[in-house]
């Protein structure tokens, strides 16, 4: 499939295809329908050794953006379509300048557990465990605080092999002013970091929420 600048093929998710950059500062599109609230998943692969794939991508609603890397996640919140591009970091293209593109929507349930947090969590080994409680909307508090004073709230979940989970933090309550610049991390049972974000696209101007997917 390859389709150049603004005519996006039709999609449905989940979606895996393969595309190539027919020329210099060619995109290819993909229109995809969404059921929100959903967290979108995408990612742009290549073999090419001179090609680096980033993905850009519209809502209608939720506005627009275009990524710094080649695979990332938006929670979408209102928007019953998106539109989806790959193109080169350099805008460059031609022969040899083939993707391979895959997206996916996981669904934000509707009636999720409610989990309040227990402290003490404030340690990766006194973790709170909410497994059993997936889907879960878990309410907690970070206390004022900078630097090494600033506060993390850790949350133990177990995955079966190949399982995905989907992550995102929120504003609590009605209070306008109750509003954070949150940071989420996923970390492996030994420690080690595996993937984290700090600002997710698609939310409004102000908020520094994040959100994440891993499997």
Known sequence: TSVVMWTPSNESLPLNTTGSLADVGNTVFYQVPITAPAML???ASTMAMDFEPVVYARYFADGFYTTEDAAGSALITTDTMAIL???DDFMRGGAG??????????PVPANPTTVTEMEPNDARMAAQDISAQIPALVTGEIPDGTGEDLKTDWYRVTLAADQTVAAFTGPAGMDPEAYADTILKVYGPMGDALVENDDYNTQPDG???SALTFT
């Open 85 to 87: 591009g790959v193109r």
């Open 41 to 43: 998943v995408f990612e």
């Open 97 to 106: 300048y083939d993707f391979a593109f895959s997206a996916s929507a996981l």
């Open 207 to 209: 908020e520094f929420y």
